[in-house]
């Protein structure tokens, strides 16, 4: 039987979840979609071809009229705490986009309602469910190349061209931290399987930039078991363009892993050259056949099957929002070190 969801957040992501993944999945069902603005509402009604009854202003009014199992949310960040403790409290699971709260406070909230309810809480960390991905986690797991000292990452953008005037992507709180970033931060820790110790951030807005914060940022991360990454990302380079999962150099004692992931219609790699050697050898990658948010919904839809947590809880998560938040708070005082706090296991 399909899993039965309620969709809050009809604004372009919203509509593009609806369309791109949520309709794609033969396990789900969607039985209401919610959004408190009534334009908003018709819009997506035409464009995603859903009979107008299963459109509503509120959750508390969805929930009272149709029977489901879980909430998908997909409405912008201030949104997310208040949605996601109203359909935990009434026993549903509940899958958030990231970043899942607007501080650590909230976050704590929410993991606390998903436990006393005994539900399943998820973060679509969507960068996770790529084949690079899933081979570098194997690779560093199995100590293939002996332990990871440095890791540089590099991620190139240029989203720097529309008209500065009306365009919301120049607006956003944070943009590179927050709002990309943050991919990259729980990359981080899914492959190295480390947590933060320390992080110094410095962001910067060049002059050529429409963006009214800094899109542009470049971080050292000190993690507990000893690696160190140098971490560098722009939304306003005019260097050659990366993936969106950025360019990895990951140094080991015995060798490097290079690979790059999300990059449609250009495929992942996963190279490694190890010591001594000139010539970096292409890896076999794994079949993942769901991925990006289709692998996120899809993992989220097994984990209530089974009964087992997933991968990013929201507990897991939490460590994921804390680096996000301390990259912001070290930027936010000209690079000062910051030690973001931990979820307790």
């Not at 909230?109 to 998820?122: D, G, H």
């Not at 820790?189 to 542009?216: K, M, Y």
């Not at 009964?307 to 929201?314: K, L, V």
Request: contains cysteine.
């Amino acid at each position: 039987m399909a899993l039965r969801i309620i969709q809050v957040g009809l604004g372009g992501w919203g509509r593009n979840w609806a369309k791109d993944v949520i309709s794609h999945n033969p396990n789900v069902e969607l039985v209401a979609c919610v959004d408190m603005i009534e334009s908003i509402r018709e819009r997506a009604q035409q464009e995603l071809d859903l009979p107008t009854n299963i459109f509503f202003p509120t959750l508390t009014e969805a929930l009272a009229t149709v029977e489901c199992a879980a909430v998908v949310v997909t409405a912008n960040l201030p949104g997310h705490v208040p949605v996601a403790l109203e359909a935990l409290h009434a026993g549903k699971h509940v899958l958030l986009e990231k970043p899942f709260a607007p501080t650590l406070d909230e976050a704590r909230q929410v993991i606390a309602a998903a436990e006393q309810q005994q539900r399943t809480l998820m973060i679509s960390q969507n960068y996770r469910f790529y084949p690079a991905v899933r081979k570098v986690i194997e690779l560093v797991r199995a100590n293939t190349l002996g332990p990871v000292g440095t890791v540089n990452i590099d991620f190139r953008r240029y989203s720097n061209s529309a008209p500065r005037e009306g365009h919301v992507h120049y607006t956003i709180w944070q943009p590179l931290l927050v709002d990309m970033s943050i991919h990259h931060f729980d990359l981080m820790r899914a492959v190295l399987g480390q947590e933060v110790s320390s992080i110094s951030c410095h962001t910067w807005n060049p002059v050529w930039s429409n963006f009214d914060e800094a899109p542009t940022g470049a971080a050292t991360i000190s993690f507990n078991r000893g690696a160190v990454v140098n971490y560098r990302g722009s939304w306003v380079s005019t260097g050659p363009q990366t993936s969106w999962g950025g360019e990895w150099h990951i140094e080991c004692a015995e060798g490097e892993i290079i690979w790059s992931s999300r990059d449609d219609p250009n495929p992942d790699y996963v190279l490694v050259r190890p010591l001594g050697s000139e010539q970096a050898e292409p890896l076999k990658l794994p079949d993942v056949a769901l991925r990006d948010r289709n692998g996120s919904l899809q993992a989220f839809v097994e984990a209530i099957g089974s009964g087992q947590q997933p991968e990013t809880t929201g507990r897991d998560n939490y460590n994921t929002l804390a680096l996000m938040l301390a990259a912001v708070e070290s930027a936010t005082h000209d690079g000062a070190l910051t030690t973001p706090p931990q979820y307790a296991k």
